[in-house]
């Protein structure tokens, strides 16, 4: 008889396979860190091995145990002795903890749906971290899952089959038309989203005191007692900082009572068109500015797309309000603490991720209570 035999499988402990669960969790999320740290920087996630970034120091396969490892050496490197982010032991343990869960949630009906959300919620965790220190959600995650969730609904249909009766999927045809459709309407209605939040709320005016002076710097702009960087503020090519000079001045020439239109790729002084890398600062005295923002950025369509993809159509809809509270929560919150201004970028993806986790957790019995 086969160990893989499902009466063999019956016959050990359930909670036997959570401590597994949990254990595999806190491995995967030892990779995770690898790729948390390497992709937004365009570096191979397997080449080189893993290494201290400070010393390059070839880490051995024991002291790159998770968890303990990083308990052991006192969040520090063996060999220079240089600090290692907090960050590292937290996504290892988040990782084992949220395995646990789902096979704690899933795995007594449904092992194979349990082991399919193990895989979504590292690619969730992964996305997090990256959007949070970043503002970028890769590919890999965004693309990468949606034809992920579209293949693993067609072998796995009972991804989607919590619903009342007439949401039931059980063929694999079935759960490959719920992967499909969740993928088209998330990617849909946060596209929609996307677009209607830029034209209501494309343009942020700020007023100053009278005769303020604002600099522009080769990544900055210097605003009275705080500093912006470009990447916060040009998101799309169209998008341009605008505002009417009083006074205009570059290291070699100045204006008077001029219009003036910034963006990434262009320089708009009156009739005057500069490359903006090619002028290295710029001051200008002026009693407003009109800053370009963004509602959401195409990271996270695609990204609910993979949502749509691996969790079905309701729960797009379950994620978008749920991560639109904890977002606007969370921002006022940081607007209050003085951590982040009204205009500043906020990383959509992690409220996205947390919204889809209590999706998986809670929201889906949720709504079966609702609809019967």
Not at 4 to 30: E, I, M, N, R, Y
Not at 242 to 260: G, K, P, S, T, W
Not at 303 to 314: E, I, Q, S, V
């Amino acid at each position: 008889m086969s160990i893989f035999d499902p009466k063999v499988l019956a016959q050990v402990p359930f909670h036997f396979w959570t401590t597994v669960t949990f254990v595999f969790g806190c491995v995967v999320g030892s990779f995770l860190n690898v790729c948390i740290y390497r992709m937004p920087r365009g570096e191979s996630i397997v080449h080189p091995p893993s290494h201290c970034p400070h010393c390059n120091y070839s880490i051995p396969w024991y002291l790159n145990i998770p968890l303990f490892t990083w308990v052991f050496l006192r969040g520090r490197c063996a060999n220079c002795r240089a600090p290692i982010s907090v960050r590292y032991f937290l996504v290892e343990f988040l990782t084992g903890l949220l395995f646990a869960a789902c096979w704690l949630k899933y795995g007594a009906h449904w092992p194979w749906v349990a082991l399919v959300y193990c895989v979504f919620v590292a690619g969730l965790v992964a996305a997090a971290f990256i959007d949070f220190e970043h503002y970028i959600i890769p590919d890999e995650f965004t693309i990468g899952g949606i034809g992920a969730g579209i293949v693993c609904s067609f072998f796995i249909p009972e991804l989607h089959s919590t619903f009342p009766d007439f949401l039931r999927f059980g063929k694999p045809e079935q759960g490959l038309y719920a992967g499909c459709f969740g993928a088209v309407i998330g990617a849909v209605v946060i596209y929609g989203i996307v677009r209607l939040g830029k034209l209501a709320f494309g343009r942020h005016e700020v007023q100053f005191e009278p005769n303020t002076k604002i600099v522009f710097t080769e990544s900055t702009l210097k605003l009275p007692g705080q500093e912006i960087q470009y990447g916060e503020i040009f998101y799309r090519d169209t998008d341009a900082i605008v505002f009417q000079a009083q006074r205009l001045e570059l290291i070699d020439r100045c204006y008077v009572n001029v219009a003036v239109r910034l963006r990434r790729d262009r320089l708009q002084i009156g009739e005057e068109t500069l490359d903006p890398e090619q002028v290295a600062c710029m001051e200008a005295v002026t009693d407003q500015i009109v800053l370009p923002r963004e509602a959401m950025g195409l990271g996270d369509v695609k990204f609910m797309a993979a949502f749509g993809a691996f969790l079905g159509w309701p729960a797009v809809f379950f994620v978008l309000a749920v991560s639109s509270f904890i977002g606007a929560l969370a921002g006022l919150t940081m607007i209050a603490l003085k951590k982040k201004e009204r205009y500043s970028q906020i990383p959509f993806g992690p409220y996205l991720v947390v919204a889809a986790l209590v999706w998986i957790f809670i929201g889906r019995d949720w709504m079966v209570w609702w609809f019967r």
